[in-house]
C-alpha cells in the first residue's frame, strides 16, 4: 500500500523513504516508499526519530500509515458519529421511542397499570411517533452518507 505523501498519524512524522523490517518469522523485508501490514492489522511504516520505538525497523522507529481517501473519510465520519453524543438525560418517552414497537413497554393495555417505571402521559402514541421519525431520519441521513462514501470507492 503507497503512502500518501508518506504520511503517519503522528504529527509532522513521516515515512521512511527506504526501510527493512524483520517480520515476526525473521525474515527480513524490504520497503521502499510503501506501508505495509506485515505483523500488523494496519497499515503501517518505519520513520525517522518519530513514532514508536522498535528495534525490529531499521530505522528504530515505525508508526501507523496515515489513511486517505474515500476510505479516509468513512473512518472520519464513523469517528465522528460516536463521539457526538448529547449532553442531557434523555426522557423516559425518548428511550421508549428507540425499542422496536414490540417491545415497547405501554403496548399493552393490560399490563401499563402494573408497571413500576410507567412512561408519563404526555408520552402519547403521537409523541412516540414522532420521536421515532426523528431517529429514523437520524440514521438514514448517517446510511446515505455512508453509502455515498461506499460508492465513491472505500
Given at each position: 500500500m503507497l503512502c500518501?505523501?508518506?504520511q503517519t498519524r503522528f504529527p509532522d512524522c513521516k515515512c521512511a523513504k527506504d526501510y527493512t523490517y524483520k517480520n515476526s518469522k525473521g525474515v527480513v523485508e524490504k520497503y521502499s516508499g510503501?506501508?505495509?501490514t506485515s505483523d500488523w492489522a494496519n497499515p503501517w511504516c518505519a520513520t525517522v526519530n518519530c513514532g514508536l520505538k522498535s528495534t525490529g525497523v531499521s530505522t528504530g522507529f515505525?508508526?501507523?500509515?496515515?489513511?486517505?481517501g474515500t476510505r479516509a473519510e468513512l473512518e472520519n465520519e464513523l469517528i465522528?458519529?460516536?463521539?457526538?453524543?448529547?449532553?442531557?438525560?434523555?426522557?423516559?418517552?425518548?428511550?421508549?421511542?428507540?425499542?422496536?414497537?414490540?417491545?415497547?413497554?405501554d403496548t399493552d393495555s393490560q399490563t401499563?397499570?402494573?408497571?413500576?417505571n410507567a412512561l408519563p402521559a404526555s408520552c402519547t402514541a403521537e409523541v412516540l411517533?414522532?420521536?421515532?421519525?426523528?431517529?429514523?431520519?437520524q440514521v438514514c441521513s448517517r446510511?446515505?452518507?455512508?453509502?455515498?462514501?461506499?460508492?465513491d470507492g472505500c
Open positions: 500518501v505523501a508518506l510503501t506501508c505495509t515505525w508508526a501507523d500509515c496515515k489513511p486517505y465522528k458519529s460516536g463521539e457526538e453524543c448529547i449532553k442531557r438525560e434523555m426522557d423516559a418517552c425518548e428511550i421508549e421511542a428507540l425499542r422496536p414497537v414490540k417491545y415497547r413497554c401499563k397499570s402494573q408497571m413500576l411517533a414522532s420521536k421515532n421519525a426523528s431517529n429514523l431520519q446510511l446515505r452518507l455512508f453509502t455515498t462514501l461506499l460508492e
